[in-house]
């Protein structure tokens, strides 16, 4: 039985360590149902999806296909930037989040919606890329890489505006992006972002000379989230910060 609602969880600026926990939970959970539901299917019951938006404190996190050689701080230095450095099982190198950014975490089961990991990321990058098109941003993807780009066509001058990185475990996903709106750019001096030596990041802010309202560009990337997967968001009391 395929459930397309979705628990929206607006968590505000909370602590990597803290919403990794809770999308962990919400993972558990989720796979514990499918495997029950698998074994007793007389008495199956729908999974939940959710998605959580967020900002971290300032936080490199480092995904399990990366190397540590792309974090340029040493660890001292990094209490001292007021900073922290996670390792963890998404996929992708290393990323950098911070305050100003919209952190997207979907724990949606894909057999709710369609088993393709690659529509997926599509359809994630999609939404940032309509996102920025709303504010008169050209975005798009450049081939073999991850993320949404700005000069993604001429590429004279690539620049990063969205990083991706997830994970799958029986068509349930965890992890997702990091949206630069008004991002302090200076912390990614600190990383390779991505392991990607030769292109440099951006943010709405950057490019549009302003920083945009974080409120009104939720629920932009909300809106086409809902479009594109078809699917109904409903506001979650439950993990309100």
């Known amino acids: 039985m395929q459930n397309r609602v979705v628990q929206f969880h607006k968590l505000g600026l909370i602590p990597y360590e803290e919403a990794l926990e809770l999308q962990k939970s919400l993972f558990d959970q989720t796979v514990q149902l499918k495997i029950a539901n698998r074994k ?16 971290h ?41 911070g ?8 724990i949606l089961d894909l057999d709710n919606f369609f088993t393709d990991i690659h529509k997926y990321l599509r359809f994630l990058e999609e939404a940032i890329i309509l996102t920025c098109g709303d504010y008169g941003i050209e975005a798009g993807r450049i081939d073999g ?75 932009k990337v909300k809106g086409h989230l809902a479009q594109l997967f078809e699917m109904t968001l409903e506001e979650s009391k439950t993990y309100q910060p």
Not at 43 to 55: D, K, Y
Not at 99 to 106: D, E, K, M, R
């Open 57 to 97: 404190p300032h936080t490199y996190t480092l995904g399990k296909s990366g190397s540590k050689d792309n974090l340029l701080i040493a660890d001292k230095d990094l209490e001292a930037k007021g900073a922290t450095f996670h390792p963890i099982g998404r996929g992708g190198d290393i990323t950098y989040h």
């Open 99 to 106: 305050p100003g950014q919209l952190v997207g975490y979907p």
């Open 145 to 219: 890489l991850t993320g949404v780009w700005i000069d993604h066509i001429e590429q004279k001058n690539p620049r990063k505006i969205c990083a991706f990185g997830v994970k799958a475990s029986r068509w349930v996903t965890m992890h997702g992006f990091a949206f630069n709106v008004s991002t302090d750019l200076n912390y990614f001096g600190n990383i390779v972002p991505c392991g990607i030596t030769d292109k440099d990041v951006t943010s709405l802010e950057r490019e549009l000379g302003q920083a945009p309202s974080m409120e009104e560009v939720e629920e």
């Open 40 to 55: 007793e299917p007389e008495n199956e019951q729908p999974t939940e999806n959710h998605l959580l938006f967020c900002q």
